[in-house]
């Protein structure tokens, strides 16, 4: 699988959270801990936002932690919302059209997960996504197919509602195909405003996810949250650090909303 990262506040540097932390973002691509893989070197990506209402995208196939570009970046872009990810394949190509984040007018998409049996449900699902949609889609990976087919579902009106549509749709595809192995979807999605978290499975044995809880005490127990501002989220497949008890993980089935500052974590219900 993955792992992945989303941040929103107050504007600060990529690196505060991506190469800084003790357990950062480029650490998890080699040494992740609460994922069945530990390697996630096929690939990495970061989508941030700044005076624009589209996304700057910055996206490559090298392992990250072997990518001096990125770190030189996250040293001197400052956003108040960004996305990264880095990458571990389920089968689809290594190529750069595959790393995340997706993007998508002012949207942004990355997802740690999985649809089961995907080569026998791909066809099907790309002759669901809008026909005005399609020629968007650039890769080859069952998360930009998610992504587009919640755009399909009406993401720009009702992002939770469309998140819960594509879910019930892939899951009755994947009954309907008479396929018993259970889907794996643990995704972030922003319109560079409010911030959108699901947290779910067919069997309820997600893949792990997290948000900040108690940030003064990460300031004070690691000198390497020095610089995060008081009104910080972040999100995070696994914690940056050893400090678990400062990250409160979300729970099965939930969607997690960030708006305005506030944080909110709801039941998360395939729709019809």
Not at 133 to 148: A, K, V
Request: proline letters at 6%.
């Amino acid at each position: 699988m993955c792992r992945w990262l989303a941040y929103s506040g107050s504007p600060l540097k990529l690196s505060a959270l991506l190469t800084r932390p003790s357990h950062s973002l480029i650490d998890q691509s080699r040494h992740a801990t609460h994922n069945i893989e530990s390697l996630n070197g096929d690939g990495f990506g970061v989508g941030w936002y700044g005076e624009d209402p589209t996304p700057g995208v910055y996206r490559d196939t090298h392992p990250a932690w072997n990518d001096e570009n990125f770190r030189h970046l996250s040293e001197h872009i400052q956003s108040g919302l960004f996305l990264a990810h880095v990458r571990a394949s389920t089968g689809t190509a290594v190529q750069n059209t595959n790393c995340h984040p997706f993007a998508f007018e002012n949207w942004l998409f990355q997802h740690n997960g999985s649809v089961p049996e995907f080569r026998s449900l791909r066809r099907e699902l790309l002759f669901d996504v809008d026909p005005d949609l399609f020629p968007f889609i650039q890769g080859s990976t069952d998360s930009e197919i998610l992504f587009f087919l919640a755009l399909t579902f009406g993401l720009r009106d009702d992002a939770p509602q469309a998140l819960a549509r594509m879910i019930g749709h892939v899951e009755r595809a994947r009954q309907s195909a008479g396929i018993k192995a259970p889907l794996f979807f643990s995704a972030c999605v922003t319109d560079g405003q409010s911030l959108w978290a699901v947290r779910y499975s067919s069997n309820n044995e997600s893949r792990t996810l997290y948000h900040s809880s108690h940030l003064h005490a990460l300031h004070d127990l690691d000198g390497s949250y020095g610089s995060l501002p008081a009104d910080a989220t972040i999100v995070v497949s696994e914690p940056l650090d050893d400090l678990t008890e400062n990250w409160q993980e979300v729970p099965e089935s939930s969607l997690l909303t960030v708006e305005q500052g506030a944080v909110s974590v709801t039941a998360f219900v395939p729709g019809t």
